[in-house]
C-alpha cells in the first residue's frame, strides 16, 4: 500500500496575513502565484528606516561596538538611491523621501532608542511549522526587548497616520501581525515572550512638527490569533481559507486599485 501523499505547508510571511483577509485573491496573487509590483516610495521609505535604525541598534547589542546616529544613517541613505528592488516614486522625488527618512531616524535615535534594552535586532525566522493547520509562519521581528513585563518584542511602523497629532502612537490593527511576530521570536531565540508587544510609530510628515515618533504597547497580541476555547483562532481561520482555495476579491478594500494590486486588471471581482 502507497504511503498518503503529503501534502507541502503553506508558508505565511507575517507582514501578509491582513492582507490575506482583507483581499484573499489579492494574497493568492503576490503569494501563491508569485505576482509582483514595484514597491511604493512610502513602503521604500519605511525600509529605509528601518535599515538606518537597525545599524544603530545592533551595534547596541552586548559585545556590539555602538555607532553614532549618523553613521548609522548610511544603511538608510543607499537603501533610498540603491533599492534592492523596483521602486515606483510616483510624484515622490527619492531627495524628499531621505529627508523624511533621515529625520525619524535622528528623532528614533534621540528620543525611543535610548529608553529601550534591546537583546535581538531584525531577528529572523526561516519557518514556524504548524502541521496541523497545513501552514508555516516566516518573518523578521524588528526588535526584542527585555522589560520588568519580561521579554517582548517591537515592531517598527512608518506611514502617515502612524502617530496622530496627540503624540500617540497607532496601535489600531496591528494586533494581529504583533501577535505573529511574537510567535516567530520565541521559536527563532527560544526566549519567552511575556511582555506586552510594541508599536514604535514614526510619523512620515512633511514638515518637522508632523515627524513625530512615539511608542505604544498592545498587550494579548496572540489572543486573536491563537484563538481560545470559545472562540476560533485567526491562523485556523486562515488555515481553511487557504485550504480551501477559494481566493474571492474584496472590490471594497482600499488597496483595489491597478497601483497595489497585480492581478487587478484580471479579477473577475472588481467593481
Known amino acids: 500500500m502507497n504511503a498518503p501523499r503529503e501534502i507541502p505547508l503553506v508558508l505565511i510571511r507575517a507582514s501578509s496575513l491582513a492582507e490575506l483577509f ?10 501563491l502565484d508569485g505576482l509582483r509590483m514595484p514597491r511604493s516610495a512610502a513602503a521604500q521609505l519605511g525600509t529605509a528606516v528601518h535599515a538606518g535604525t537597525a ?25 533610498i538611491h540603491k533599492p534592492e528592488e523596483e521602486v515606483d516614486w510616483d510624484d515622490t522625488k527619492p531627495q524628499d523621501a531621505e529627508r523624511i527618512a533621515l529625520a525619524l531616524h535622528t528623532r528614533y535615535c534621540a528620543e525611543i532608542a ?41 515592531d517598527l511602523k512608518t506611514g502617515k497616520s502612524a502617530v ?14 504583533l501577535g505573529v511576530y511574537e510567535l516567530l521570536a520565541q521559536h527563532a531565540t527560544g526566549i519567552d515572550i511575556t511582555a506586552p508587544a510594541q508599536i514604535v510609530g514614526m510619523n ?47 472590490s471594497r478594500s ?15 471581482f472588481k467593481a
Open 254 to 268: 482600499y488597496l483595489c486599485s491597478e497601483k497595489y494590486c497585480p492581478a487587478h486588471s484580471t479579477c473577475r
Open 22 to 31: 482583507d483581499c484573499p485573491a489579492r494574497w493568492a496573487a503576490k503569494h
Open 55 to 79: 545599524v544603530f541598534d545592533a551595534s547596541r547589542l552586548p559585545g556590539g561596538s555602538p555607532v553614532s546616529a549618523d553613521d548609522a544613517a548610511g544603511a538608510l541613505v543607499d537603501a
Open 204 to 250: 512620515t510628515g512633511k514638515t518637522p512638527a508632523a515627524q513625530r515618533v512615539a511608542a505604544a504597547e498592545v498587550p494579548d497580541a496572540r489572543t486573536a490569533l491563537v484563538g481560545t476555547e470559545e472562540q476560533t483562532g485567526l491562523l485556523e481561520h486562515a488555515s481553511r481559507l487557504i485550504r480551501s482555495g477559494m481566493f474571492f476579491g474584496n
Open 114 to 154: 535610548p529608553h529601550q534594552q534591546y537583546v535581538g535586532v531584525e531577528v529572523k525566522c526561516e519557518k514556524l511549522e504548524l502541521p496541523e493547520l497545513g501552514i508555516a509562519l516566516t518573518g523578521t521581528t524588528d526588535r526584542v526587548r527585555r522589560t520588568p513585563k519580561g521579554n517582548g518584542i517591537s
Open 164 to 177: 496622530g497629532a496627540d503624540g500617540k502612537a497607532n496601535t489600531q490593527g496591528h494586533a494581529t501581525q
